[in-house]
Each structure stands twice: as C-alpha cells, then as structure tokens.
C-alpha cells in the first residue's frame, strides 16, 4: 500500500537509496577484513611504519573505505536532492563500471598468461617467505585455505634457501606448517616443525604428513567449481551499478526539469 502513494521518482530514489546502503555495508565489511588481516599478522607491531606502505591489506581497507565514502555520497545525494554530489557520484560509477568491463575482458583473453604470471609470483613469494611477513601471512593463507603446498608440487619449496635440502639448518629439506595436513597438536598449538624433512619423502609416505598438491592446480580447480557462482557474482554487481547509474540520470534530469 506504501508504494502505491508513492511517485515514480520517490520509488527512484528509496532504490538508490537502498542499493547505496547495501554497498555502503559492503565497504564497511571489506574494510573491516582490512584491518583484521593487519592486527591478525601484527603488522603494526612487527613492521612498524617502514613497512607498513607494502601491505597488502592495506588494499582491503583501501578499496572499503573508497567503497563507503562513495555509497555514502549516493545516499547523501539522493535524500537531500544534491544534483552536484549525484553528478560526482555517477561520474565515479560510471568509472568504475568501465573498468570492471574491461578487466573482465582481460582476464578472459588473457587466462594463460595470467596463469603464469600469478605462478611466476606464487615462486617468488616461496623465494622471500622467511624474510616478508606479508608474503608468507598471505603464502599461509592460500595454502591453508587451499589444502595445498608449493606452486605445482610440495617440492617447490626447495627454491627457498632455508627449505632447500642444501641449507644447514632444522627447516632443510622441509615445508611451512601451512602445507601440513595437521599443524595442530591437540587441536590447539601450532606446530611448526611438522613439515620438516618432508621434501626426503616419497610421494607415499608424505601424503600423511602433507599436502602433495600445487596451488596453482587447487586456484584452477577452485575457479572452475565456482564458476557459475562467480559469473553470476559479476552479472549482478554489474547489474546494480548500472541500474545506479540509470536511476540516478533519471533523478537529476527530474529535479533539473523541476528547478
């Protein structure tokens, strides 16, 4: 019944509104993901400010922050008629619609090359994980969360100088804790020894202990699962932004015609 004493543009605007909320929560919970990841690894603690420009969170909290001035500035715009914040905040989106079209045509043409690319830096991650807290919080991450170890295979870690079978320390011959397929000890304590020596294993007798699979094919098997999800993902945030953008037109060129 409310929306039948409603106007065509108040309707417009209770949806720019709307999806304007729905975005704004969405940069709020991207940048809280952010700075969980910064506290999570103790950035601020171990980095201090020397390193803390090259972390990759910080693009988390980046893109939230972004990402709520701007649905904010949607929704400031709309409830109080604001035909400058409107005409700003349509020019970004349109922006950024442009450059989602555009990377999903690049990432589609370019799907080997991008495989490579992202292999080239899953190596080089290995090579840096001892010395670059980022690299191995996010090393650890992908290869926990994928149930993976390496790059193609576990012996990928002997391109590290502390892994490889050669160095003269404990970790020689081994991998990180995150290739385990148990790195806990009771369930509660992290043990970081579990991989080590795992690299003189055959492939039999390592299968209990770890992770014999690479990460690449886990991304690649992972991708193509989800595929459909992901897909439809796209479709729908496209979608909306675009529907932003035609609703929003619609609103100045109504207040415009009004004034």
Same mark, same amino acid.
Request: charged share 15%; hydrophobic share 50%; aromatic share 10%.
């Given at each position: 019944?409310?929306?039948?004493?409603?106007?065509?543009?108040?309707?417009?605007?209770? #949806?720019?509104?709307?999806?304007? %909320? $729905?975005? @704004?929560?969405?940069?709020? !919970?991207?940048?809280? *993901?952010?700075?969980?990841? +910064?506290?999570?690894?103790?950035?601020?603690?171990?980095?201090?400010?020397?390193?803390?420009?090259?972390?990759?969170?910080?693009?988390?909290?980046?893109?939230?922050?972004?990402?709520?001035?701007?649905?904010?500035?949607?929704?400031?715009?709309? #409830?109080?008629?604001?035909?400058? %914040? $409107?005409? @700003?905040?349509?020019?970004? !989106?349109?922006?950024? *619609?442009?450059?989602?079209? +555009?990377?999903?045509?690049?990432?589609?043409?370019?799907?080997?090359?991008?495989?490579?690319?992202?292999?080239?830096?899953?190596?080089?991650?290995?090579?840096?994980?001892?010395?670059?807290?980022?690299?191995?919080?996010?090393?650890?991450?992908?290869?926990?969360?994928?149930?993976?170890?390496?790059?193609?295979?576990?012996?990928?870690?002997?391109?590290? *100088?502390?892994?490889?079978?050669?160095?003269?320390?404990?970790?020689?011959?081994?991998?990180?804790?995150?290739?385990?397929?148990?790195?806990?000890?009771?369930?509660?304590?992290?043990?970081?020894?579990?991989?080590?020596?795992?690299?003189?294993?055959?492939?039999?007798?390592?299968?209990?202990?770890?992770?014999?699979?690479?990460?690449?094919?886990?991304?690649?098997?992972?991708?193509?699962?989800?595929?459909?999800?992901?897909?439809?993902?796209?479709?729908?945030?496209?979608?909306?932004?675009?529907?932003?953008?035609?609703?929003?037109?619609?609103?100045?060129?109504?207040?415009?015609?009004?004034?």
């Amino acid at each position: 019944r409310i929306w039948q004493h409603m106007t065509v543009q108040e309707v417009r605007r209770y #949806l720019l509104v709307t999806s304007n %909320l $729905l975005f @704004t929560v969405l940069g709020l !919970v991207t940048l809280v *993901v952010g700075l969980w990841g +910064l506290i999570n690894k103790e950035s601020f603690a171990q980095e201090k400010i020397n390193g803390i420009g090259t972390d990759p969170m910080l693009l988390f909290t980046f893109l939230g922050f972004i990402l709520a001035l701007l649905s904010l500035m949607g929704c400031v715009g709309a #409830l109080r008629e604001n035909m400058c %914040l $409107l005409r @700003t905040f349509s020019a970004i !989106v349109l922006v950024l *619609v442009v450059a989602q079209v +555009l990377a999903v045509v690049v990432l589609y043409s370019l799907q080997r090359q991008i495989e490579d690319y992202l292999r080239s830096g899953m190596l080089a991650a290995m090579v840096r994980y001892q010395d670059d807290l980022d690299l191995r919080f996010i090393t650890n991450e992908i290869q926990t969360g994928l149930q993976c170890c390496g790059a193609d295979t576990y012996r990928d870690w002997g391109i590290n *100088v502390y892994f490889n079978c050669s160095a003269p320390g404990v970790q020689a011959c081994g991998v990180p804790p995150s290739c385990c397929i148990d790195p806990l000890e009771n369930g509660t304590v992290w043990n970081s020894q579990c991989g080590v020596g795992a690299q003189k294993l055959d492939e039999f007798s390592a299968q209990s202990v770890i992770f014999l699979g690479g990460c690449m094919g886990s991304i690649s098997r992972w991708i193509e699962q989800h595929s459909g999800v992901i897909i439809t993902v796209v479709i729908i945030l496209l979608g909306v932004q675009i529907l932003t953008l035609f609703i929003t037109a619609r609103l100045c060129l109504f207040w415009r015609q009004t004034v």
